[in-house]
């Protein structure tokens, strides 16, 4: 393949899925700033295994793969402490206003304290569109535990938002 | 189906239960009711878990070859088409720095430059700074860009390294972590300051200690009370140009 060709098919990928892993990585890290850090390496690492990829269909999980293990590398040992997570997460630049802000920032700050064994699996589900099966071949977990862990992170945040204990509303 | 299953599959992978919510949907009652509450917290969930990407963070992904190319040929000194990419990165990044909200101003002078930098994104950057050290190989590739190098002791002090505005091109913006607390370092390859060195007052109790280093300048910025010449002294010590590019 040419270094044109290369480019071009690096360019696409860095196009389809960049946004979307740069969302993953901020929950899998609760930190923007690193998070930025962390899928610039994934996409330097994946630009020099490139030829590696061969099914463009397995890009997405592909590259996944690449964060997932450099952030548990590098990266896991400077994810900040619960406590600063309101600094570092919930804000964002050009809001509306308060009232506009309330009920997804409670959501945010309910994502970013779930366990990770619950965040990660509800991130590649809603961010990346994940299946419960790819879920499961992604975390290497068997499908019944990706469906328990999500569903446990649906009640959990449910229960947040409600001021209810998880479990108690179904 | 009923409610329970109902629920579960909802719970667990509403996308590929569209079909079973259409008909409780057509159903009514706790059926449709349980449909509509899991459509509002999976729209929430969508707005909350989709936070926005930094500008320009597609524009830095796309030049990842160019960085890796450089990576592979040694850093500085590379000349050629790699030198022009690195520029043309960091040109990027600072139109998208200088673009993404309220510019800097254009003639006031380096003391309205550095204030309006302190105001623009000092405190947020030192708060990102609490996180821990940036790699010392990112730092260093980015302050290769402007032909500077750190002595290692000083590398790992550095806790974040961004690419910044100053009063005549692009610079670099590093917090160190001292004994005394964090210190915020403006380098500025192009501006130079009187040979003595120059103090401005900033916002938030801050000060600003510029002075020359072999090539350009940099600034220092802490709290008044903190003895900025001395540490720049030992800051100047440390720094080394090994080749002559500038941006």
């Given at each position: 393949m040419s270094h044109e060709d290369r480019s071009r098919r690096f360019d696409g990928l860095a196009r389809r899925y960049g946004d979307d892993l740069y969302r993953f990585a901020v929950w899998l890290c609760r930190d923007p700033a690193l998070a930025a850090d962390l899928v610039q390496e994934t996409y330097l690492r994946a630009w020099k295994a490139?030829?590696?990829?061969?099914d463009e269909g397995a890009a997405k999980s592909w590259l996944i793969t690449i964060l997932r293990r450099e952030f548990a590398r590098t990266f896991e040992r400077k994810?900040?402490?619960?406590?600063d997570i309101d600094d570092v997460v919930v804000a964002e630049p050009n809001e509306q206003g308060p009232d506009d802000r309330t009920e997804r920032d409670r959501l945010r700050d309910a994502i970013a304290r779930l366990d990770a064994m619950y965040r990660e699996p509800l991130a590649l589900q809603v961010?990346?569109?994940?299946?419960v099966a790819e879920i499961a071949e992604t975390l290497d977990l068997s499908e019944s535990a990706v469906m328990t862990r999500v569903f446990r992170a649906r009640e959990q945040l449910k229960a947040r938002l409600s001021n209810e204990p998880p479990g108690k509303r179904t | 189906m009923k409610l329970d299953e109902l629920q579960h599959r909802l719970m667990t992978d509403p996308a590929s239960a569209r079909e079973a919510a259409e008909a409780a949907r057509a159903e009514g009652g706790e059926a449709a009711r349980m449909v509509e509450e899991s459509d509002a917290l999976e729209r929430l969930l969508d707005e909350a878990m989709k936070v926005r990407p930094p500008e320009g963070l597609q524009q830095q992904l796309r030049q990842t070859p160019f960085r890796a190319g450089r990576r592979k040929r040694g850093?500085?000194?590379?000349?050629g088409w790699l030198a022009m990419a690195a520029s043309l990165t960091l040109a990027v990044a600072v139109t998208l720095f200088l673009v993404r909200d309220n510019a800097p101003?254009?003639?006031?002078?380096l003391a309205e430059h550095l204030a309006w930098h302190w105001e623009h994104d000092g405190p947020s950057v030192l708060a990102a700074a609490r996180i821990g050290p940036t790699p010392s190989r990112r730092v260093e590739e980015l302050l290769a860009d402007f032909g500077v190098e750190l002595a290692p002791e000083l590398l790992d002090d550095v806790r974040l390294s961004k690419i910044c505005p100053t009063p005549d091109g692009a610079g670099a913006h590093l917090v160190l972590a001292t004994q005394d607390g964090p210190v915020t370092l403006y380098y500025m390859p192009r501006t130079s300051v009187p040979g003595s060195g120059e103090a401005h007052s900033l916002a938030d109790g801050m000060r600003a200690w510029v002075f020359n280093v072999e090539r350009g300048s940099v600034a220092l910025v802490a709290e008044?009370?903190?003895?900025l010449p001395a540490l720049g002294r030992e800051i100047a010590s440390r720094l080394t140009f090994p080749d002559d590019r500038t941006l």
């Open positions: 490139l030829d590696r990829l061969q994810v900040p402490p619960i406590d961010l990346l569109g994940l299946s | 850093g500085p000194g590379a000349a101003p254009s003639d006031g002078g008044r009370d903190r003895d």
